[in-house]
């Protein structure tokens, strides 16, 4: 398996940037953390496209859901 930014992260912070994900592609209600969230999700679309040519945004394909 090839090596990407996310292996720059432990399991438990990949977790973190999966539910992220997650959040905002399902539960995009405004609940406090809420801008976080987004940030997050939309940092990892970021790196994502700019690092591994993915044009999917908010993408979770791990353990939690796949969205694409």
Same mark, same amino acid.
């Given at each position: #398996?090839?090596? !990407?930014?996310?292996?720059?992260?432990?399991?438990?912070? =990949? *977790?973190? /940037?999966?539910?992220?994900?997650? &959040? +905002? +592609? $399902? &539960?995009?209600? %405004?609940?406090? %953390?809420?801008?976080? #969230?987004? $940030?997050?999700? *939309?940092? +990892?679309? /970021?790196?994502?496209?700019?690092? #591994? %040519? #993915? =044009?999917?945004?908010? !993408?979770?394909?791990?353990?939690? $859901?796949?969205? !694409?």
């Amino acid at each position: #398996m090839n090596s !990407t930014w996310l292996d720059e992260f432990d399991a438990r912070e =990949q *977790k973190c /940037i999966d539910h992220a994900r997650l &959040y +905002a +592609a $399902v &539960y995009d209600h %405004g609940d406090p %953390g809420h801008m976080h #969230m987004k $940030v997050i999700a *939309k940092l +990892a679309a /970021i790196l994502d496209r700019e690092l #591994m %040519g #993915m =044009q999917s945004e908010y !993408t979770v394909d791990r353990n939690l $859901v796949s969205l !694409t």
